[in-house]
Structures are given as C-alpha cells and as structure tokens.
C-alpha cells in the first residue's frame, strides 16, 4: 500500500528540548515537504527536498532543520522548540507531475500532533 | 500579496442537497490550483489540479471548474461520506514547488 508515515503522532514536549519527527515513505518519490497547519492560517510549507541532499526553504523554516540522506526519509528536526512551533504537521510527498515539471503533493502522511510547553 | 480565499467558511448540507464551494485566488499568474480533502485527524487527500480557465474535473460526486479568478467545487447529491473540510491551493507561475492554501471549508451533510 502507497503510504506516508510519520512518528511519533502525538508529542508534548518542553521549551528547547531537541526532538526529531520522522517522515517515511514507500513509493520511491522524489519530492517530499513538511508543512505545518494552524486554525484559520491554512497550511504553511516548512521545508522541501527535490531529491536526496537537495533541499530548500518553504515559508516558515524560522526554528526548523531538515535533512534527506536516503530517499524515503525526511525527518524534521526542532533543535530549540519553542511554544510558537506547537502546531499539527504533515509530513508529504509526490513524483513529478507529468509533463509539468512540478510535484502535486499528492500523498499526505497522517499528521503529528506537537505541544510544546 | 498572493491570496487564496474559500468560501463559505462552513457549509451544512441535507443529504442529496447539491450545492458549490468557491476559491477565489489572486496571484501573479498561475501554474496550477489544487483540491485536496481533509477528514478529522488526517492529513489531505489529493482531489485535483486544474490548470487552465474553462478545464474541468470530475470525481464521483465532485466536479471542479476553473475561471480566471476562481474555482468552484460542485458537489453533486452529497451524502453524509462526503462530510470533509475542502482545501484549496494554488501555485504561481515563478514557483516549482509551493503552494499558497486555503483556510478551507467545512462541509456538513446531515443524513
């Protein structure tokens, strides 16, 4: 089955404790993205690799780390978390849309859940 | 400044009570806009992209329409498995990997 899976689901965490969540999947995608989604702001993108060690800045990356050694992981990393970065993430991934040149997002894994206090 | 804005915020619905939701966009030129749906507690699922003004998509019960300025999502004798929050995004022209979201709407079909 096609999957993203991401773990842990849920984490209550404290201010500046390091912790890692982890983003795999089975599809052998090239593209995958970590977005977080906060009430009434939508989904902000954090970080997205096109490949492996390639990897680039989304719109909030303020706070974040991520890296891409093999190609079914993608693990982001807060170094220093703060309360600001409590929010529901979601780890995602694509192939290259055909003809198109560009990654649909069309594979969501199925969230992480972060408090941090 | 690039926008996406979905409307109604919310939408509750009878069963087989067809209606639209709209996503209006404003963006310097477009390369893409996006449907995805949202159940409780997951991530979303990927609906489709249109590309061009006039195309359209179509899905069971769901049909996506694109203008210049908007789309629309018609839902079509919605049933109570057709509940979801609808999201909306769009990519510019000048962007490879980025997408701009919707805040969505909530759609409720009561049986």
């Known amino acids: 089955e096609a999957q993203v899976t991401q773990n842990p689901r849920y984490l209550i965490t404290v201010t500046g404790k390091k912790l890692t969540v982890t983003c795999s999947q089975n599809?052998?995608?090239?593209?995958m993205s970590w977005y977080r989604q906060d009430p009434g702001l939508g989904l902000r993108q954090i970080y997205y690799?096109?490949?492996?060690?390639?990897?680039d800045k989304g719109d909030v990356p303020e706070g974040y780390k991520v890296s891409r050694k093999e190609k079914r992981n993608f693990p982001l990393i807060l170094e220093s978390p703060s309360p600001n970065q409590t929010s529901l993430y979601f780890c995602?991934?694509?192939?290259?849309?055909?003809?198109?040149?560009?990654?649909?997002?069309?594979?969501f894994g199925p969230g992480t859940r972060l408090t941090v206090t | 400044e690039d926008q996406v804005t979905q409307s109604p915020e919310a939408l509750r619905l009878q069963e087989g009570e067809s209606s639209s939701l709209n996503c209006s966009y404003t963006?310097?030129?477009?390369?893409?806009l996006f449907w995805y749906r949202q159940d409780p507690g997951k991530g979303p699922e990927f609906l489709f992209t249109l590309y061009s003004a006039g195309e359209e998509k179509e899905k069971e019960r769901l049909k996506a329409t694109l203008t210049k300025k908007e789309s629309f999502l018609h839902i079509t004798a919605p049933k109570p498995e057709d509940s979801a929050t609808y999201l909306c995004?769009?990519?510019?022209?000048?962007?490879?990997?980025?997408?701009?979201w919707g805040a969505g709407t909530k759609l409720i079909i009561k049986p």
């Open positions: 599809m052998n995608h090239e593209y």
């Open positions: 995004a769009v990519r510019r022209m000048d962007s490879n990997y980025q997408l701009i």
């Open positions: 963006v310097s030129g477009l390369r893409g």
């Open positions: 690799s096109m490949n492996v060690e390639v990897t």
């Open positions: 995602a991934s694509s192939h290259m849309t055909s003809g198109r040149l560009t990654p649909t997002w069309e594979y």
